[in-house]
């Protein structure tokens, strides 16, 4: 069974930082696309970083610049270093991995930034 387990989420005051983690384990992706996704309330779920199997990476404009995604292949892992956090980053966050017959999403982690 596929699972992915994101951690590392919270409360953070603007300027802060965060590094969110996503555990995959049942497989390895280790070939495929592994990112990061977030929804905030009354909003549509949107894309925020996705690295390639070959590490090529793509980020939303909102936060080139100030988050960067990695992976660390061994450990079937990606995180997100998010740096310069603003109130707009607020946000449930999602880990997903695909492929070109599957989909997976973690459960979420929250993210808010608040003075």
């Known amino acids: 069974q596929v699972q992915l387990v994101e951690s590392g989420g919270g409360l953070v005051q603007p300027g802060g930082s965060l590094r969110l983690s996503c555990a995959a384990s049942?497989?390895?992706?280790?070939?495929?696309?592994m990112g990061w996704y977030r929804q905030a309330p009354g909003k549509q779920r949107e894309l925020v970083a996705t690295?390639?199997?070959?590490?090529?990476?793509n980020y939303a404009d909102s936060v080139k610049g100030r988050f960067t995604i990695s992976r660390d292949i061994a450990k079937n892992t990606v995180y997100l270093q998010m740096n310069s956090l603003k109130p707009e980053d607020t946000a449930v966050y999602y880990c997903?991995?695909?492929?070109?017959?599957?989909?997976?999403w973690g459960q979420g982690t929250q993210v808010t930034v608040s003075s």
């Open positions: 049942g497989s390895r992706f280790s070939r495929n696309a």
């Open positions: 997903n991995a695909r492929g070109f017959t599957f989909e997976y």
């Open positions: 690295m390639s199997s070959p590490g090529s990476t």
